[in-house]
């Protein structure tokens, strides 16, 4: 039985305190050394701001305090080497943080492995290996100095500080916690989450998902090119082309868009409703998108290029749909949700031009930031038409119409960058469709952002664009996507409508859920 009595006796000792007070001060350099940089651009406003950032930094630190608690416990030795390495890690982290805003992702762990070892040897400077060799120095002789605290393994005290740490970890900052986030995304630990989720990115888009299609064919009179635009957090009641009141979407207006006002998402966040929107799944049979392939392998088994464009990191649940292209480019290599200096669409619009002029690719799927939190990153500052826009990103200490004029030039921005998209196809036989993975609240019932189960939320934005090419081949489409402009959809019309605007004969092809 452990005795409480004489736990308490060696907790208070001179030793103990000493131990606990070392590696309270191993934490507290690691965070001043790694974490702290990915603190340095968080939107802070008043006082409150710097408390909640100086809190979640705490909460790292503690973290940061539990794990190294658990790993003094293996040795001196063991423990000055590891932590050698956290030091090293963590200050190469910050570096890049602190010099190009760079957020360690899974689309740099794509870029660092497939470019030549020539184009990332030139990443490595002398300014970043003195820092990181003296950072790793003071850590390294910081940990030995502290190993002169010698502690028996076997003492009951111990083994209830191992516990109570580990309780600790797995309470606090398990899986199924709200802290698990925040601390993952965070220097040094968002170094061991990206590679972890590297690896579950690339066992995913591994798996190998049966072929859906038995027949797929495309008469070559046919051949269109076909863009599929899918959106991030874009509510059509904020759209000026659907009567909101400020002019949001002056672009595709002037393009004669065809906007589909009552779509309807099953979802309400990314990581399930863009599976959703790209397989044949529907409400009565959510799972195949699961375990099916996506639209894109119905091109690809009609003989058509396929290309990917991605500004945001696949994420497990979709990542296989999204490397099934035969060309996949990574826009965004450097971002993170909790990185918040400019992240913005306008980086799709050279590799997207680069493949139009090709013409080599009749299909491309293009994944946006598009009007993700935080609002003020996701548009140039020339588009900031709407003032004034929330300096915090706590809600709570924003006015609500400074949220929504944000969120309203996120839309003004979108619109730019689909007009953009839209104007590289307007010699081409070609037909481009946006589509929006969920809503977005603001301030709806006191609610704001997403995930929430609002009805605002479901109703999702979707637009689609013809070419005059495309309406001389195809009029009876044209007609037909007209006479769905105010019918109320489900989004399980767009894999069958993206098969449809391409022509593509397949059995797998519903004509009833195509809006053309």
């Known amino acids: 039985m452990l005795n409480l009595k004489k736990c308490s006796v060696w907790l208070f000792s001179q030793t103990a305190t000493k131990w606990v007070l070392h590696i309270l001060f191993c934490a507290v350099y690691v965070g001043l050394i790694g974490t702290l940089a990915d603190f340095l651009d968080t939107p802070v406003s008043s006082i409150f701001d710097y408390i909640t950032a100086l809190l979640h930094g705490g909460v790292v630190v503690f973290a940061l305090f539990t794990s190294l608690l658990l790993l003094s416990l293996l040795g001196k030795w063991v423990f000055a080497i590891a932590y050698s390495l956290l030091c090293l890690i963590a200050s190469c982290l910050a570096y890049f943080r602190y010099t190009i805003h760079f957020s360690f992702n899974t689309m740099i762990m794509d870029v660092i492995f497939q470019n030549d070892i020539n184009v990332s040897a030139d990443m490595v400077t002398w300014p970043l290996l003195l820092w990181m060799l003296l950072t790793t120095a003071i850590g390294g002789f910081i940990a030995w100095k502290g190993g002169k605290y010698s502690l028996n393994m076997r003492s009951k005290p111990i083994v209830a500080i191992a516990l109570l740490a580990a309780v600790s970890l797995g309470v606090l900052f398990g899986p199924s916690s709200r802290l698990a986030s925040p601390i993952n995304m965070r220097i040094p630990f968002s170094f061991f989450y990206t590679i972890n989720q590297y690896v579950e990115q690339k066992h995913e888009i591994k798996q190998v998902r049966p072929r859906q299609c038995t027949y797929a064919t495309v008469n070559a009179a046919d051949s269109v090119t076909v863009v599929v635009v899918i959106g991030e957090a874009v509510r059509p009641s904020n759209l000026s082309i659907n009567g909101y009141h400020r002019q949001t979407t002056p672009c595709i207006e002037k393009w004669n868009v065809v906007s589909l006002d009552s779509v309807f998402s099953d ?29 894109i392998d119905v091109f690809k088994a009609a003989g058509i290029k396929t290309a990917t464009i991605l500004n945001q990191d696949a994420e497990r649940p979709y990542a296989y749909f999204m490397h099934e292209a035969d060309t996949v480019i990574a826009c965004n290599t450097s971002k993170t949700v909790y990185n918040f200096s400019k992240w913005l669409d306008q980086d799709v619009l050279l590799p997207y031009q680069a493949l139009l002029t090709q013409n080599q690719y009749p299909f491309i799927l293009i994944h946006t930031i598009g009007s993700h939190w935080w609002y003020n990153a996701h548009y140039h500052s020339d588009y900031e038409l709407f003032k004034p826009v929330m300096q915090s990103r706590n809600i709570a200490l924003c006015d609500s119409m400074e949220i929504v004029n944000a969120y309203d030039n996120t839309i003004l921005y979108a619109d730019y960058i689909w007009g953009q998209l839209i104007e590289s196809l307007q010699h081409k036989k070609a037909v481009l469709i946006y589509l929006s993975d969920h ?37 009876q489409k044209y007609n037909n996507l007209l006479q769905h402009k105010h019918k109320r959809l489900k989004t399980d019309f767009l894999y069958h409508s993206v098969i449809d605007a391409a022509s593509i004969e397949t059995d797998v092809l519903d004509s009833s859920l195509s809006v053309f």
Do not use: D
């Open 439 to 475: 809503g977005e609240a603001l301030g709806e019932e006191g609610v704001w952002l997403h995930a929430s189960e609002l009805p605002i939320m479901h109703h999702t934005a979707a637009f689609v664009w013809m070419s005059p090419l495309y309406k001389e081949a195809y009029p």
């Open 267 to 295: 979802y309400v966040y990314t990581n399930r409703s863009v599976p959703h929107l790209l397989s044949r799944a529907t409400t009565q049979n959510p799972e195949v998108a699961y375990s099916e392939r996506s639209f």
